[in-house]
């Protein structure tokens, strides 16, 4: 039978970089499909296509048979083709039923509450929220009520195609669950589902098929029951990338720099222990909501939490604000470069010493030449391009970018380095810059804490590794226990998967 | 009495409003014996009718997340037209014709607002000038006047004791728009855009359509409140009802609108601008001077803002307070997962 | 993953980027326009003409010099600076005409304007909405300075110590000019040379960045704030100088050619050319938009024109200029 979906020979280029090289990609209705793939895969370039987020690919998509090509993503939904993102679209303040009928076709004119409430109940029940009080404002249900809410606006403009993308990323047990059985029901209904994830459990546990993309490329989409967790780590992982990262050193590792005593941070489900040395580069292995980012975070007194004290040149205390940080010597660079790591708009010599205004003035007057020094010696640590120090941060690519926003923290001389995703949206010449300065910031005697959700990141350059998963801390593996194998059972089933096999579907 | 008890904890601001309102009102019924009379009851409707549809026009672009600083100028230059072209077209067709002008003013403004993504507070400074001039030109600097003062005092007849056609028109027209608001689709989308544009334009809300409309609606409002005080006084000055703004604003906030965007409704724009003209009225009985009724009304609003932001601060903790036990519930899950696989086998 | 609302964005831009090019040449032709009126105005380019031009600047730019430091900082607009000189100009008035002299009428009033000003601040610091703050303030503030002077008129004889920076001048520039000039050229110095307005642009530009390498709006606030106060406050000096006199409605309604004082100084932020979102622009800006205005108007004013044709052209100016400085920051955002 033909697909319901079909992709055939993909490719989408962004400049220089190849985000998708051919790529074939189906779906037959009533299945639950997986696609999984390391970060920088291809994973999020297709989905946007298949949602009419993009459409300057080359290749056809077919639905039911007939090539289309969605100019945006409402004539993508008009087709029939949803996409649950993972950044929220529900107004907090309006109830559920609200939210459900916020837009899209069949939204009605006239309404009111309890109308909407009448009207939603039918899509809230699939997706299992017919308990939930239609009612309530949103922002008063839990994430995982949330999501499923999401889902349910989605479900109201009645879709051939559900796109998940990671949508138990924030989720606990419970409230995954759920999603779970609503992708089984909605799939028994006839839906098709392109479920998103990392997580291999759920992976094993409801799709029918599994299509990985790895470096741009697919391959055939595997039976589900065919495959098991190592064969399809291996099927993601593939070949190594050589030489990217620096070596690891000999030497003994020194005393503890740092120490983290039972910081809690608000959103995560436990206190976090562990201590970090002069020299080492430790890794924080975990996915999306596993509290790797948190822990940075609390530390570096950018996030509020509950309890804990980090101990640190002789003192113990937990900094109330990042200020409180930087004066100590702990530089902490976010996920999130364009929200808090640069000044977009100002030059890159002003982004360079911003930590450290009072290193490069004098009497509150700013010495400029103290200034360009420093910005060219940062600057040519990190190899960026000294020539364009007086254009706007903004005009940098991505890689440039993320080395401006890490190379900043060289001005306050830190002894710890915190830095989540370091390598996020870079290219790969860039990659192994990164971590060549992070390698020798280390064994000039700093302490260096990374944390990542790509494994090749985390085995190639962590000397040392603790894992996270739904915000607990789950492991530690030394030098000798790293690798790609171990990293991924610990951040994706540290409890072990269910022997249960996947229920079968037609 | 637990409903009433739910209803206040559910819509705090708006409560605060309502008891805001009385507590004004009560003063001075008590304190001067003019107030709760007839007439005065008749005087503030009439009051209320002006600066009611201004309160009105505010406290939709504050919840749509925006505002509307050239509201005065429009107003006034309804006016001028009104009374400028009542002699030869008859008081209801200017009146039609001003009307006109100013609502597609607004929606041309709420079009490029959204259209150019530039923020309406920036915009409307522009059109504020702007409008002013039109309106210079068109009374051509002068004073308009009417020439027959009696042609539109239908407008002021006494209809049930307290109000008057042009007082019942907007009260009309809050209840339209109230409907509007709570139960359209399109009322809901100006909801969504003030209080959540970035979550409303992931859920494929495009911010060009209710932009127009609560621009349209201001300029409506404007229009229909200008032409009631020109036909009124049978008057108009082209750079007059600039205090509209600040008195409107004023009015929004005490009503319960939340400078976040997002929160507030057509039945606390009422309740906010009947506080205004309670205060307003009594004070002018008690002989005040206008400065003080400002300064009065500066401390009314500091009262109402003290109050909204420490409901805000409460309903963050209480967020705060969601967040930790959501994860509490969490860890009862998966600590029982983690111990159950820890278990020797 | 993708971010719907960049989407949107995106296509919105390239709409707006075919639009733009109408919109550069209508401008660019309403500038000739102007610049035609310039060189055919009578008496325009004549040294007392210019003087004119920028005594006449002078006030509204002092004050927007103030606004900017505000706006700069990502902290939006003060709604109270004239309300901030009406209480001021009623302090320095009765202090002067209490007998206490120049310098101590002058302090006092700075110091009024400081605490007035760092009190805003410390509310918009904690979090408080600009606006609302600073419209609830000028409330409490015209109050204050009408309750003050029981709304009279609050005269002081001449000759009186302020005589010098009211009508004096010196080698030919009135000193309110010359004030101008200074103010205009330390606000400058300031923004460029010293830590303070490093800051400034860097809370501007990116208020979580700037909170994440250390350095705190809130500080920032009460400093801006206190600035634009007190520029307010020299402004009602300077103008109560003149006259001699003071009464808490100098500053409202009819000041100054086109009205409302509140809305020409934050007018004359925008000409300039500075991004309400902060971070962009400088108070060199805001003085050449004040002239630039004043210069607009005075063209008129030799043309003949009467107040509406003046007041239209200054609005469409303002228009023009926030659609023009919005499209051109839109197209030099970077692509990423």
Same mark, same amino acid.
């Given at each position: 039978?033909?697909?319901?979906?079909?992709?055939?020979?993909?490719? !989408?280029?962004?400049?220089?970089?190849?985000?998708?090289?051919?790529?074939?990609?189906?779906?037959?209705?009533?299945?639950?499909?997986?696609? &999984?793939?390391?970060?920088?895969?291809?994973?999020?370039?297709?989905?946007?296509?298949?949602?009419?987020? @993009? @459409?300057?690919?080359?290749?056809?998509?077919?639905?039911?048979?007939?090539?289309?090509?969605?100019?945006?993503?409402?004539?993508?939904?008009?087709?029939?083709?949803?996409?649950?993102?993972?950044?929220?679209?529900?107004?907090?303040?309006?109830?559920?039923?609200?939210?459900?009928?916020?837009?899209?076709?069949?939204?009605?004119?006239?309404?009111?509450?309890?109308?909407?409430?009448?009207?939603?109940?039918?899509?809230?029940?699939?997706?299992?929220?017919?308990?939930?009080?239609?009612?309530?404002?949103?922002?008063?249900?839990? %994430?995982?009520?949330?999501?499923?809410?999401?889902?349910?606006?989605?479900?109201?403009?009645?879709?051939?195609?559900?796109?998940?993308?990671?949508?138990?990323?924030?989720?606990?047990?419970?409230?995954?669950?759920?999603?779970?059985?609503?992708?089984?029901?909605?799939?028994?209904?006839?839906?098709?589902?392109?479920?998103?994830?990392?997580?291999? @459990?759920?992976?094993?546990?409801?799709?029918?098929?599994?299509? &990985?993309?790895?470096?741009?490329?697919?391959?055939?989409?595997?039976?589900?029951? !065919?495959?098991?967790?190592?064969?399809?780590?291996?099927?993601?992982?593939?070949?190594?990338?050589?030489?990217?990262?620096?070596?690891?050193?000999?030497?003994?590792?020194?005393?503890?720099?740092?120490?983290?005593?039972?910081?809690?941070?608000?959103?995560?489900?436990?206190?976090?222990?562990?201590?970090?040395?002069?020299?080492?580069?430790?890794?924080?292995?975990?996915?999306?909501?596993?509290?790797?980012?948190?822990?940075?975070?609390?530390?570096?007194?950018?996030?509020?939490?509950?309890?804990?004290?980090?101990?640190?040149?002789?003192?113990?205390?937990?900094?109330?604000?990042?200020?409180?940080?930087?004066?100590?010597?702990?530089?902490?660079?976010?996920?999130?470069?364009?929200?808090?790591?640069?000044?977009? /708009?100002?030059?890159?010599?002003?982004?360079?010493?911003?930590?450290?205004?009072?290193?490069?003035?004098?009497?509150?007057?700013?010495?400029?030449?103290?200034?360009?020094?420093?910005?060219?010696?940062?600057?040519?640590?990190?190899?960026?391009?000294?020539?364009?120090?007086?254009?706007?941060?903004?005009?940098?690519?991505?890689?440039?970018?993320?080395?401006?926003?890490?190379?900043?923290?060289?001005?306050?001389?830190?002894?710890?380095?915190?830095?989540?995703?370091?390598?996020?949206?870079?290219?790969? /010449?860039?990659?192994?810059?990164?971590?060549?300065?992070?390698?020798?910031?280390?064994?000039?005697?700093?302490?260096?804490?990374?944390?990542?959700?790509?494994?090749?990141?985390?085995?190639?350059?962590?000397?040392?590794?603790?894992?996270?998963?739904?915000?607990?801390?789950?492991?530690?593996?030394?030098?000798?226990?790293?690798?790609?194998?171990?990293?991924?059972?610990?951040?994706?089933?540290?409890?072990?998967?269910?022997?249960?096999?996947?229920?079968?579907?037609? | 009495?637990?409903?009433?008890?739910?209803?206040?904890?559910?819509?705090?601001?708006? =409560?605060?409003?309502?008891?805001?309102?009385?507590?004004?009102?009560?003063?001075?019924?008590?304190?001067?014996?003019?107030?709760?009379?007839?007439?005065?009851?008749?005087?503030?409707?009439?009051?209320?009718?002006?600066?009611?549809?201004?309160?009105?026009?505010?406290?939709?672009?504050?919840?749509?997340?925006?505002?509307?600083?050239?509201?005065?100028?429009?107003?006034?230059?309804?006016?001028?037209?009104?009374?400028?072209?009542?002699?030869?077209?008859?008081?209801?067709?200017?009146?039609?014709?001003? %009307?006109?002008?100013?609502?597609?003013?607004?929606?041309?403004?709420?079009?490029?607002?959204?259209?150019?993504?530039?923020?309406?507070?920036?915009?409307?400074?522009?059109?504020?000038?702007?409008?002013?001039?039109?309106?210079?030109?068109?009374?051509?600097?002068?004073?308009?006047?009417?020439?027959?003062?009696?042609?539109?005092?239908?407008?002021?007849?006494? &209809?049930?004791?307290?109000?008057?056609?042009?007082?019942?028109?907007?009260?009309?027209?809050?209840?339209?728009? /109230?409907?509007?608001?709570?139960?359209?689709?399109?009322?809901?989308?100006?909801?969504?855009?003030?209080?959540?544009?970035?979550?409303?334009?992931?859920?494929?809300?495009?911010?060009?359509?209710?932009?127009?409309?609560?621009?349209?609606?201001?300029?409506?409002?404007?229009?229909?409140?200008?032409?009631?005080?020109?036909?009124?006084?049978?008057?108009?000055?082209?750079?007059?009802?600039?205090?509209?703004?600040?008195?409107?604003?004023?009015?929004?906030?005490?009503?319960?609108?939340?400078?976040?965007?997002?929160?507030?409704?057509?039945?606390?724009?009422?309740?906010?601008?009947?506080?205004?003209?309670?205060?307003?009225?009594?004070?002018?009985?008690?002989?005040?001077?206008?400065?003080?009724?400002?300064?009065?009304? $500066?401390?009314?609003?500091?009262?109402?803002?003290?109050?909204?932001?420490?409901?805000?601060?409460?309903?963050?903790?209480?967020? !705060?307070?969601?967040?930790?036990?959501?994860?509490?519930?969490?860890?009862?899950?998966?600590?029982?997962?983690?111990?159950?696989?820890?278990?020797?086998? | 993953?993708?971010?719907?609302?960049?989407?949107?964005?995106?296509?919105?831009?390239?709409?707006?980027?075919?639009?733009?090019?109408?919109?550069?040449?209508?401008?660019?032709?309403?500038?000739?326009?102007?610049?035609?009126?310039?060189?055919?105005?009578?008496?325009?380019?004549?040294?007392?003409?210019?003087?004119?031009?920028?005594?006449?600047?002078?006030?509204?730019?002092?004050?927007?010099?103030?606004?900017?430091?505000?706006?700069?900082?990502?902290?939006?607009?003060?709604? =109270?600076?004239?309300?901030?000189?009406?209480?001021?100009?009623?302090?320095?008035?009765?202090? +002067?005409?209490?007998?206490?002299?120049?310098?101590?009428?002058?302090?006092?009033?700075?110091?009024?304007? +400081?605490?007035?000003?760092?009190?805003?601040?410390?509310?918009?610091?904690?979090?408080?909405?600009?606006?609302?703050?600073?419209?609830?303030?000028?409330?409490?503030?015209?109050?204050?300075?009408?309750?003050?002077?029981?709304?009279?008129?609050?005269?002081?004889?001449?000759?009186?110590?302020?005589?010098?920076?009211?009508?004096?001048?010196?080698?030919?520039?009135?000193?309110?000019?010359?004030?101008?000039?200074?103010?205009?050229?330390?606000?400058?110095?300031?923004?460029?040379?010293?830590?303070?307005?490093?800051?400034?642009?860097?809370?501007?530009?990116?208020?979580?960045? /700037?909170?994440?390498?250390?350095?705190?709006?809130?500080?920032?606030?009460?400093?801006?704030?206190?600035?634009? =106060?007190?520029?307010?406050?020299?402004?009602?000096?300077?103008?109560?100088?003149?006259?001699?006199?003071?009464?808490?409605?100098?500053?409202?309604?009819?000041?100054?050619?086109?009205?409302?004082?509140?809305?020409?100084?934050?007018?004359?932020?925008?000409?300039?050319?500075?991004?309400?979102?902060?971070?962009?622009?400088?108070?060199?800006?805001?003085?050449?938009?004040?002239?630039?205005?004043?210069?607009?108007?005075?063209?008129?004013?030799?043309?003949?024109?009467?107040? $509406?044709?003046?007041?239209?052209? &200054?609005?469409?100016?303002?228009?023009?200029?926030?659609?023009?400085?919005?499209?051109?920051?839109?197209?030099?955002?970077?692509?990423?």
């Amino acid at each position: 039978m033909t697909a319901l979906l079909e992709l055939t020979n993909i490719s !989408r280029s962004f400049g220089a970089i190849k985000a998708l090289k051919s790529v074939d990609f189906e779906i037959n209705s009533g299945e639950v499909m997986g696609l &999984v793939g390391e970060n920088g895969a291809g994973k999020s370039s297709l989905v946007k296509i298949i949602s009419g987020f @993009d @459409d300057g690919y080359t290749g056809s998509l077919r639905l039911n048979g007939v090539v289309q090509r969605f100019s945006s993503p409402l004539k993508a939904e008009r087709s029939g083709i949803a996409i649950a993102q993972q950044e929220l679209s529900l107004i907090p303040a309006m109830t559920v039923a609200e939210n459900v009928f916020i837009s899209g076709e069949k939204a009605p004119i006239f309404a009111t509450k309890s109308s909407l409430a009448r009207k939603a109940a039918p899509f809230l029940s699939e997706v299992g929220l017919e308990d939930v009080d239609p009612f309530l404002p949103v922002e008063r249900l839990s %994430i995982g009520e949330q999501q499923l809410v999401e889902v349910a606006r989605l479900l109201a403009q009645e879709p051939q195609v559900l796109i998940l993308d990671e949508p138990t990323a924030a989720l606990g047990e419970s409230d995954s669950i759920r999603i779970l059985g609503m992708v089984r029901r909605l799939a028994e209904r006839g839906k098709s589902i392109i479920y998103v994830s990392h997580r291999m @459990d759920e992976i094993f546990k409801i799709c029918n098929r599994i299509t &990985v993309l790895r470096d741009g490329q697919s391959q055939e989409a595997k039976d589900a029951k !065919r495959l098991d967790v190592s064969s399809l780590v291996e099927l993601m992982l593939g070949r190594e990338l050589a030489h990217m990262f620096p070596a690891h050193p000999k030497i003994p590792r020194g005393e503890a720099l740092l120490e983290v005593h039972n910081v809690w941070p608000d959103g995560t489900l436990e206190p976090f222990n562990f201590s970090v040395f002069a020299g080492e580069i430790l890794g924080l292995a975990g996915q999306l909501g596993s509290g790797s980012g948190d822990i940075l975070a609390a530390i570096a007194g950018a996030k509020r939490s509950r309890e804990g004290r980090i101990k640190y040149k002789g003192e113990s205390f937990l900094p109330k604000s990042p200020k409180h940080a930087i004066s100590r010597g702990i530089a902490y660079c976010s996920d999130d470069r364009k929200l808090d790591g640069l000044f977009l /708009g100002r030059p890159i010599v002003e982004n360079l010493s911003a930590p450290a205004l009072s290193a490069i003035s004098k009497r509150g007057l700013i010495k400029h030449d103290k200034e360009r020094s420093l910005a060219l010696s940062n600057a040519s640590k990190f190899t960026i391009d000294t020539s364009r120090l007086d254009n706007e941060a903004g005009v940098l690519s991505g890689g440039n970018q993320q080395k401006v926003a890490l190379g900043k923290w060289l001005a306050i001389e830190p002894n710890v380095i915190l830095v989540n995703e370091p390598t996020r949206g870079v290219d790969v /010449g860039a990659r192994a810059e990164i971590y060549g300065k992070l390698r020798e910031l280390a064994n000039e005697g700093a302490a260096v804490i990374f944390a990542s959700t790509d494994i090749q990141e985390i085995t190639g350059l962590a000397d040392r590794v603790i894992s996270f998963y739904r915000g607990m801390q789950v492991g530690e593996l030394q030098l000798t226990e790293i690798n790609p194998a171990s990293v991924l059972e610990q951040i994706t089933h540290p409890f072990g998967v269910d022997d249960k096999q996947p229920e079968p579907h037609h | 009495m637990d409903k009433i008890k739910n209803w206040i904890v559910k819509k705090p601001d708006l =409560s605060f409003a309502i008891l805001l309102a009385i507590c004004v009102y009560s003063y001075f019924a008590f304190t001067n014996d003019f107030f709760a009379t007839q007439r005065t009851g008749y005087a503030i409707m009439e009051r209320f009718a002006v600066l009611g549809l201004v309160g009105l026009a505010l406290t939709l672009c504050i919840i749509a997340g925006e505002i509307d600083l050239s509201i005065g100028s429009n107003a006034a230059l309804a006016a001028v037209i009104v009374v400028r072209f009542t002699d030869s077209l008859g008081a209801v067709t200017a009146l039609l014709l001003a %009307i006109s002008v100013s609502t597609l003013i607004g929606a041309i403004q709420g079009y490029f607002i959204a259209y150019l993504r530039v923020r309406a507070i920036v915009l409307t400074v522009g059109t504020l000038m702007l409008l002013r001039g039109v309106a210079l030109f068109a009374a051509e600097e002068k004073t308009v006047m009417l020439t027959d003062f009696r042609v539109p005092d239908f407008i002021s007849m006494k &209809v049930l004791t307290f109000f008057s056609p042009a007082s019942l028109l907007v009260i009309a027209m809050f209840i339209v728009v /109230g409907l509007f608001m709570s139960f359209t689709r399109y009322g809901r989308e100006i909801y969504a855009i003030g209080g959540a544009r970035k979550e409303a334009t992931a859920a494929g809300i495009d911010i060009k359509r209710p932009m127009i409309i609560v621009f349209a609606i201001s300029g409506l409002c404007a229009g229909l409140g200008g032409c009631i005080i020109g036909l009124r006084s049978g008057t108009a000055q082209a750079l007059g009802l600039q205090y509209l703004l600040l008195a409107g604003t004023v009015a929004a906030f005490i009503g319960g609108v939340s400078i976040l965007g997002g929160k507030g409704g057509v039945f606390g724009a009422a309740i906010g601008t009947l506080t205004v003209n309670f205060l307003n009225t009594g004070l002018v009985f008690n002989v005040t001077p206008a400065f003080m009724i400002q300064l009065y009304l $500066g401390i009314l609003l500091m009262i109402v803002i003290m109050f909204q932001t420490g409901s805000r601060l409460f309903e963050d903790s209480q967020r !705060r307070r969601q967040l930790l036990s959501d994860v509490d519930l969490r860890r009862l899950d998966l600590l029982i997962r983690k111990q159950k696989y820890q278990k020797p086998p | 993953m993708s971010n719907i609302s960049s989407y949107f964005s995106s296509k919105i831009d390239s709409l707006a980027d075919n639009y733009s090019a109408l919109v550069l040449g209508l401008v660019v032709l309403f500038f000739a326009v102007f610049i035609f009126g310039m060189v055919t105005a009578p008496n325009f380019l004549t040294y007392f003409n210019l003087k004119t031009i920028v005594r006449d600047a002078a006030l509204v730019g002092i004050m927007a010099i103030g606004l900017t430091f505000v706006t700069l900082s990502g902290n939006f607009f003060l709604l =109270s600076l004239k309300e901030t000189a009406a209480l001021a100009i009623i302090a320095f008035a009765t202090s +002067m005409s209490a007998g206490y002299g120049f310098e101590i009428s002058f302090l006092f009033t700075i110091v009024i304007a +400081m605490l007035t000003g760092s009190a805003q601040g410390v509310l918009i610091g904690l979090g408080g909405n600009p606006i609302v703050v600073t419209l609830g303030a000028a409330g409490l503030l015209y109050g204050l300075g009408a309750y003050w002077s029981d709304n009279l008129v609050v005269s002081f004889r001449r000759p009186h110590g302020a005589e010098w920076l009211g009508t004096g001048s010196f080698l030919g520039l009135p000193n309110i000019t010359i004030a101008f000039i200074l103010i205009a050229i330390a606000a400058e110095l300031t923004l460029r040379f010293t830590n303070f307005g490093r800051q400034v642009y860097l809370i501007g530009a990116n208020r979580a960045a /700037g909170r994440a390498t250390g350095h705190e709006n809130f500080g920032m606030a009460i400093k801006t704030c206190t600035i634009a =106060s007190v520029c307010a406050a020299f402004v009602a000096i300077a103008f109560s100088a003149q006259v001699s006199s003071a009464q808490v409605n100098y500053f409202s309604s009819e000041f100054g050619s086109s009205g409302d004082m509140t809305i020409m100084v934050i007018a004359t932020v925008m000409v300039g050319g500075n991004s309400i979102m902060g971070g962009y622009g400088s108070t060199i800006r805001s003085s050449l938009g004040a002239v630039f205005i004043s210069s607009v108007d005075n063209m008129m004013v030799l043309h003949g024109f009467n107040s $509406g044709p003046r007041v239209l052209a &200054v609005g469409l100016m303002i228009v023009f200029s926030i659609m023009v400085f919005a499209l051109v920051r839109r197209g030099s955002r970077s692509q990423e």
